[in-house]
């Protein structure tokens, strides 16, 4: 069973920087495909930033250019950098791990096994 454990979320102004951490290491240490999702209250969970297997990525239109995913194998860490923060990106943010043999990113939440339990983002105008 893999144990997923998100930190770094907190409250800043709008135009700020927040660096969201995940610590999994079965998931890194087996090259599981990953992502960031997150959800707002009243909405549903959506994807955020993925990378597959080989370490490509992915990001949804609504943070591209300033959110960046990543991942340390040394660290067994998955992190989202998160920069010019808009008072819409707040949400509560899961990584999320996908243990299938053939996985590719997947933006869809049921693809993934494994979930963390959430930090929160706040980000006020």
């Known amino acids: 069973q893999e144990q997923l454990a998100e930190s770094g979320g907190g409250s800043v102004q709008s135009g700020g920087s927040l660096r969201l951490s995940c610590a999994a290491s079965k998931a890194i240490n087996n090259g599981y495909c990953m992502g960031w999702f997150r959800q707002a209250p009243g909405k549903e969970r959506e994807g955020v930033a993925l990378?597959?297997?080989?370490?490509?990525?992915g990001y949804a239109v609504s943070v591209k250019g300033r959110f960046t995913i990543s991942r340390d194998n040394a660290k067994n860490t998955l992190y989202l950098q998160m920069n010019s923060l808009k008072p819409e990106d707040t949400a509560m943010y899961y990584c999320a791990a996908d243990s299938s043999r053939y996985c590719s990113g997947s933006w869809l939440v049921r693809a993934y096994d494994f979930w963390g339990q959430g930090t929160q983002v706040t980000v006020s105008s």
């Open positions: 990378i597959g297997r080989a370490g490509s990525t």
